[in-house]
């Protein structure tokens, strides 16, 4: 990351501080929440459905995010997602009934959620496109050693402090951190100087992905965990220990996914993806055995990390570095548009036709992506770029 960044330390300084902070926090959010809910509020399935159906709120106005790069720095925009998203954490430790933890959930949300277009962006307009899948790779290395060192934390202190005092103390740090570097979050040197919001017929296929990918994403967030909690009675620890092992495990394989990625190209790495993933699914419908449940979720974490293809895609394909931004954005508002919808009719389903049903609509999406998947041409729409770009 160094090098790539060599010109631009004081960006590459945001961007490490920034992302091992949102990504500690969040984690300890997330490691949390369900024995949170289920122990201590009663949240069943279709409550939680709905919780994470408001938590991705934030994602479907992430089009916003566009808009206030046209105002702010995107490096201002992280800093400030990083003070939400502990203040939405340091909230979730107050919460005594289930409004409140919608409220506190929004709050953290909002933070996240604004974060990942404008931090992505930063670093897409600021290294060549040879390098992003490797630039990439690496700050989603860095974000599984922020795992790493959230997993530890719940793992150590969740029994002897409890989950309130737990979400208070972290959300807490989180946001002070946040603030901390907000005086300093007006930089846009390297940065283009200035903003498109342009939406283009050409980039329907990452349009589509982002949707689809959205779709699968949030019916194994929603409910892999929520299955292992609520059918197999796993405990906080052994939540933590889920991961911990990950975060190892991405440690090393996001910076490797980012190389295959520049080497062997989008199309092949997403096919790779997504047909594993097919065996994945139908292991959470069908799979009783708890260690092979536990080695799926591993998996289907090392297989996010694939994501970071469809964003070096979109880079390849776009018509001017000003557009990044607006299109990551609003991208993640089409895949939350999925996200709203999906948590709330997984646990409908859940709830009329039993635990296998929401993983069984996972296979078709996924099946649907393969396919879609193999109308990637990065390299011919980038020679074409200039007899569409008026599309």
């Known amino acids: 990351m160094s090098e790539i960044l060599k010109e631009n330390r004081r960006i590459l300084v945001y961007l490490v501080v920034s992302n091992f902070m949102l990504y500690f926090g969040f984690n300890v959010w997330q490691a949390t929440f369900n024995n949170f809910a289920v122990e201590e509020l009663g949240v069943g399935p279709g409550g939680v459905g709905w919780i994470q159906a408001v938590r991705e709120i934030p994602g479907l106005v992430g089009f916003l995010v566009g808009l206030l790069a046209l105002f702010l720095s995107e490096v201002r925009i992280m800093t400030l997602s990083v003070v939400l998203l502990g203040a939405g954490t340091f909230l979730t430790g107050q919460a005594t009934t289930i409004p409140l933890l919608l409220l506190s959930t929004l709050v953290m949300s909002f933070g996240f959620h604004f974060f990942y277009p404008s931090n992505n962006a930063v670093l897409l307009m600021t290294v060549e496109k040879q390098y992003a899948p490797k630039g990439l790779g690496q700050l989603g290395s860095l974000g599984a050693m922020a795992t790493l060192a959230a997993t530890g934390t ?87 220990t889920l991961f911990l092992i990950n975060s190892l495990i991405n440690t090393y394989t996001l910076q490797l996914v980012g190389k295959l990625v520049g080497r062997l190209g989008e199309r092949l790495m997403l096919s790779i993806a997504f047909g594993v993933l097919v065996f994945i699914f139908l292991g959470y419908a069908y799979v009783t055995y708890l260690p092979a449940l536990f080695v799926l979720y591993a998996m289907d974490n090392v297989l996010f990390g694939f994501n970071l293809a469809l964003t070096t895609y979109f880079q390849k394909i776009a018509v001017t570095p000003e557009e990044v931004t607006s299109n990551l954005s609003v991208g993640q508002t089409i895949e939350h548009i999925a996200a709203v919808v999906v948590p709330v009719m997984g646990g409908t389903v859940w709830e009329l036709f039993g635990s296998q049903a929401p993983f069984l609509v996972g296979v078709v999406i996924v099946l649907i992506s393969l396919t879609l998947t193999q109308f990637m041409r990065p390299v011919a729409e980038r020679v074409a770029v200039v007899a569409t770009a008026g599309d």
């Open 154 to 240: 719940v793992y150590l202190l969740a029994g002897p402090w409890g989950y309130r005092r737990l979400f208070t103390v972290v959300g807490g740090l989180v946001a002070a951190g946040g603030l901390l570097l907000l005086p300093l979050g007006n930089a846009k040197g390297g940065l283009p100087p200035r903003r498109q919001v342009v939406l283009r017929r050409r980039y329907w296929l990452y349009y589509t992905l982002t949707f689809l990918m959205g779709s699968r994403r949030h019916i194994l967030t929603t409910f892999a965990i929520f299955l292992l909690v609520r059918k197999y009675g796993i405990s906080v620890q052994t939540t933590a």
